[in-house]
């Protein structure tokens, strides 16, 4: 049975009240609400692309240095600790064994005693290289609604700014969003959250896969996924829309 866990609605004044929001069919808290930013790039199916990405993987382990505590192997059914193995340097290896006719991912993983391991991920990262048959790549990040009131938004500006100048994204997105266990995500997940981001449709639902694997065969023409709190766009999008088109601008974008 599907239980929603909501505090007064008339409390929620402030980002940090949606920490206390989860949705759940049972003992676990299935789906949260949180901030997300999906940033998609181009050229994740080459080695140098990918290691950008991870780069990012490592800005986002140093905000959380405490919180983030699992990652991905490659060919694991589980996620592992963290522990002898730093994972940015294992991911940025791996970019050697991972052909460019492959899907590369990446990613980290927080818990803590408020959250099952079973449950959605409140610190989660992902950097995902498509092969070179797809144009898009991207990265998403998960971040607590009372980290971001904290932070502030000029903070944020500069934050994800610095990591546009090392990903070099299209475009791209942050704002409020739900949040999925990413390592384990169930299409039971976007069920559960379905009537809520029918009756708020400003919340994003990162499955960025999905959105990606929709365009994937319009190799000819140029779309955003979304728009959110804060948009990511490149010369390429932009220009054109204020009336300039640079076939050069675009090659080399």
């Not at 490592?58 to 505590?69: A, G, N, Q, T």
């Not at 999925?180 to 997940?189: A, E």
């Amino acid at each position: 049975m599907t239980e929603i866990h909501v505090i007064d609605t008339g409390a929620i004044k402030k980002y940090s009240d949606f920490d206390k929001i989860y949705l759940s069919y049972g003992e676990y808290k299935d789906v949260i609400f949180g901030f997300s930013a999906n940033l998609f790039y181009e050229d994740g199916s080459t080695k140098e692309g990918r290691i950008r990405g991870n780069k990012i993987l490592s800005r986002y382990r140093d905000l959380f240095p405490k919180e983030v505590s699992h990652f991905h192997p490659f060919g694991a059914r589980h996620r592992r600790k963290i522990d002898k193995i730093d994972p940015i340097d294992y991911y940025n290896k791996s970019t050697d064994k991972i052909s460019d006719a492959e899907t590369y991912g990446a990613g980290l993983y927080g818990f803590n005693a408020e959250y099952h391991v079973n449950g959605a991920t409140p610190y989660t990262i992902g950097n995902v290289g498509s092969s070179k048959f797809d144009r898009w790549s991207y990265v998403d990040a998960y971040f607590r609604a009372s980290w971001v009131e904290t932070q502030g938004h000029e903070f944020l500006r500069k934050m994800l700014l610095s990591w546009c100048d090392i990903l070099k994204p299209s475009h791209g997105t942050f704002g409020v969003s739900v949040l999925f266990d990413t390592g384990g995500f169930t299409s039971s997940q976007c069920v559960l959250a379905f009537p809520v981001f029918t009756r708020f449709p400003g919340m994003d639902v990162p499955r960025l896969g999905t959105w990606t694997i929709e365009v994937g065969e319009e190799a000819d023409k140029w779309w955003i996924r979304t728009i959110n709190w804060l948009t990511i766009l490149d010369d390429v999008f932009v220009w054109p829309a204020a009336g300039f088109v640079d076939t050069e601008l675009r090659c080399s974008a």
